[in-house]
């Protein structure tokens, strides 16, 4: 199982491991971090819209995370995946209400 195999491995190696291929990698990362997602897009709400859609946002928020993550910038990878999900949730709901405040 995944958990197993990579419980132990850090999320900053895991990325290191995606890039070079292993691309089971990023089923187990965005198993990790679902409930960061849910949880995020939990405590929004968007107007004409369900929460799915914001879970859905958050999601691409991850994935964005998982794509632009830079170790050399010394920032912990989960600290970057919750601004990548909190600015993709943000934006969203943004657009959603078209602007008004």
């Known amino acids: 199982m995944l958990q197993e195999k990579y419980r132990d491995v850090s999320d900053e190696q895991l990325i290191a491991q995606l890039r070079d291929g292993q691309t089971e990698v990023m089923d187990y990362l965005m198993e990790k971090y679902k409930n960061l997602v849910r949880k995020r897009a939990n405590a929004l709400y968007l107007i004409g819209g369900e929460t799915e859609d914001l879970i859905q946002e958050g999601f691409l928020g991850l994935l964005t995370a998982i ?3 830079a170790p050399e910038r ?3 990878f989960r600290t970057f995946a ?4 909190r600015s993709r ?3 969203a709901v943004r657009a959603a ?3 008004k405040h």
């Open 82 to 85: 919750e601004v990548c999900i």
């Open 89 to 91: 949730l943000h934006t």
């Open 97 to 99: 209400q078209g602007g």
């Open 67 to 69: 794509r632009s993550f």
């Open 74 to 76: 010394d920032a912990a």
